[in-house]
Every structure is written in structure tokens, then in C-alpha cells.
């Protein structure tokens, strides 16, 4: 083998360009595109379009709720080279630069790596430099990891960091950022999105997909996404992948345990048949299922069941998708609500003890035996 031939990449190695996940396909590029943040989006569409920029912003709330995409959107709005705009073009240099984290305008920084005063003094350091872009852009992920010394490091330079310098700073736990950085920020706050929002995204993605999926596999997606676009997403790409009609395939393939097996296991602890209980539980761990997942799934069956007895039904307070619920309510109806509200004080108390559990699979057993005799009292 000549020199030559031993840096000759081989034609097994060379990689096809990859398609992308639904997630980074279906990731917002512009403010317009943000679903479910409908206050956020048009606070900062209206600083845009009136040109009343604030020096630094707080985005906070749950994973996956859009807070990093927000902010690489608004970024792209303030160095468009097409000028300050709502709906920059997307094909200018600035633009995909931008969409593809490579602007060296915008300083993307992660707080959970970069998190001490050292790290915060060398940014405070290179603020004053004159970026590329239009506006220099810092966006600080994670930014409650960093420390106290780091924060207090930052506070005259949030307050003032010059002309066309903008700090925006992401987080999911907004109590652990002090207060003197949050009364120097604009806070705006992600929510889960609302079911029909949810919904109504994920439709016009199987459509752009070409994909078919029944309205019930989709409330169960819907259900199991909780409201977070990015975790529905990635079960939805899963979903597609694994080519799954039916909807025991996609319960089984999101590891969510069919209502008819709870309900099995329920009713064989109402009627103390100790011995079923044992045996449902021995079938469930061998499919795979996680103990402290199966718990929480029988409390938030009991939890369901115990909300659907309204009447009329009242749909916005279930936590599963509407099957279940339904499923939930007829299995309910059987009991007392003193015995349902015992039984998911039971349940939710053992979900709190289970991490201090040395046996997990012995101490579920053990919670449904507690369960059963619970049921029995008159």
C-alpha cells in the first residue's frame, strides 16, 4: 500500500448525506413558524417591527418547548442581510450560517460546560469587539448552571452591553437564576402546548410526510408527548420508522402498558386475587415493562379515573388519550370515590418511596398487595 493509498478514503466509509430527523426538519426558522408561544413570539415580532430591542432576554420553562429555536429565530431576524425583519430571507450567508450554528455573530454558549466566573469574564472581555454580524448575539443554554461568582460577573453587562449587543438566556429552572439577573431581563415563559395545538402541528407533518396515521394512534402520540413538541416529534419519527399500524404495535413500541392489562391487573386487586397479581405482574416485566413506569401508569390510570367521573365528562383534565380515559371511567364507576382517592394517595406515595426501593420489582408487588387490602376495607 503506497502512501497515497493509505488516506484514499474507501467508497464503504464515504457517507450519503443523512435525512434529517422531523425534529431538525420541522425546527422553527423564523418567529412566525414558533407554535404555541403565541404572547412570546408577538412581543418580540413587535420590539422587530418597532425597533425597541431590550439588552437581554430570559426564556424559560420546559424541554423542548422551543426556547433555543426562539432564539436562534430572533437572531436571524435582528442579521438578516436583507435588513431587521420579521421574516428574514432563509438564503443569505448570515441566514444559514445562522440556521446552521456556524454564524460567528451569534456565540451559542453551553453553561452546563461553561459555567464559571473564568468563562463569564472572557465573554464580558469580548463583548466590546465589533462582531460580524449586524448584532452580536450571546444565547446562554442552560443558563441557571452557571455560578454564583459567573452570574455576578455578568450583571453590568447585561444592564449595558453596548450598541447592538443582545443576551439571551435559556433555561429550565428559572428558580435557580438570581433575581438580580432576572430584574435585568425581558422573561418570557414556554408552555407545553395544548392538545389540539399539539394536534393540529402534528397533522400538517404527516401531511408534508405523506404519511397516514388513524386519529386514534395520533391522541395516543398526542397523550404521550405531553404537551412537549420536541418528545412528540421523536416518537412520531419513531412511529414512522418502525412502519406500525395497530395500535397494541405502537402502545408496545412506546412502551406504554395497553388500559386492558391495568385494568386486569386493577381488578384482580379489588377482588383479592393475590395470586393474579402476581401472575399479571410476572407477564408485564417479561414484555420489558419498567417497574417504576408500570407504577406510574397504574396511579395515572387510578388519577383518571377518579377526574372522568364528572359529569358531564370533562375531557381537559385527562392526563392519557381519550380511549383510555373512557376506559378509566367505566372502571371507576365500579368503586366508591373514597376508595379511588385512597388508592391514588396509596400509589402516588409509593411513586415518592420507590427511588429508596433496594428491590423494585418486589416492592411494586408489595404496593399492590397494600392496594388490594385497601379495597377490601368497607
Keep these: 500500500m503506497t502512501s497515497s493509498d493509505k488516506y484514499r478514503p474507501s467508497p464503504l466509509t464515504e457517507e450519503e448525506p443523512k435525512k434529517p430527523s422531523l425534529v431538525n426538519k420541522y425546527r422553527p426558522s ?26 437581554a432576554y430570559l426564556f424559560s420553562g420546559a424541554r423542548g418547548t422551543g426556547k433555543t429555536s426562539t432564539a436562534r ?74 455560578t454564583k461568582q459567573a452570574f455576578d460577573a455578568l450583571l453590568k453587562t447585561l444592564e449595558e452591553p453596548g450598541q447592538k449587543v443582545v443576551f439571551i438566556l435559556v433555561t429550565t429552572e428559572l428558580i435557580k437564576v438570581p433575581k438580580t439577573i432576572q430584574s435585568r431581563c425581558q422573561t418570557f415563559n414556554f408552555t407545553p402546548l395544548k392538545d389540539y395545538e399539539l394536534k393540529a402541528y402534528c397533522q400538517q407533518i404527516l401531511e408534508s410526510e405523506n404519511v397516514s396515521l388513524s386519529p386514534d394512534l395520533l391522541n395516543i402520540m398526542i397523550s404521550s408527548g405531553d404537551g412537549i413538541p420536541r418528545d412528540t416529534l421523536t416518537l412520531l419519527d419513531k ?112 411513586e415518592i418511596d420507590f427511588n429508596s426501593a433496594k428491590f423494585p420489582k418486589q416492592f411494586l408487588e408489595a404496593t399492590l398487595l397494600k392496594l388490594s387490602i385497601l379495597f377490601a376495607e368497607k
Design 239 to 350: 412511529v414512522i420508522l418502525s412502519e406500525a399500524k395497530t395500535e397494541n404495535d405502537i402502545l408496545e413500541l412506546l412502551g406504554i402498558v395497553p388500559s386492558v392489562n391495568l385494568i386486569s391487573l386493577l381488578d384482580a386487586c379489588v377482588s383479592q386475587k393475590y395470586t393474579v397479581i402476581y401472575k399479571e405482574l410476572k407477564e408485564l416485566f417479561k414484555a420489558g415493562n419498567d417497574p417504576l413506569k408500570l407504577l406510574e401508569e397504574i396511579s395515572n390510570f387510578v388519577r383518571n379515573s377518579i377526574a372522568s367521573q364528572a359529569t358531564p365528562v370533562d375531557y381537559s383534565i385527562m392526563t392519557c388519550d381519550s380511549k383510555t380515559y373512557q376506559a378509566a371511567r367505566a372502571w371507576g364507576s365500579k368503586l366508591t370515590m373514597t376508595q379511588l382517592v385512597k388508592a391514588q394517595i396509596l400509589l402516588r406515595d409509593s
Design 30 to 55: 423564523t418567529l412566525t413558524e414558533v407554535i404555541g408561544q403565541r404572547l412570546t413570539t408577538n412581543t418580540l415580532i413587535n420590539s422587530i417591527k418597532k425597533q425597541q430591542l431590550h439588552s
Design 73 to 146: 429565530a430572533f437572531a436571524k431576524s435582528l442579521n438578516c442581510e436583507t435588513g431587521v425583519t420579521v421574516t428574514p430571507c432563509g438564503v443569505c450567508k448570515t441566514c444559514k450560517d445562522i440556521q446552521a450554528g456556524v454564524s460567528f455573530g451569534i456565540y451559542e454558549i453551553d453553561c452546563a460546560t461553561n459555567n464559571g466566573v473564568d468563562h463569564a469574564r472572557d465573554l464580558v472581555s469580548k463583548v466590546c469587539y465589533r462582531g460580524y454580524c449586524r448584532y452580536k448575539v450571546y444565547i446562554l443554554d442552560e443558563a441557571h448552571n452557571l
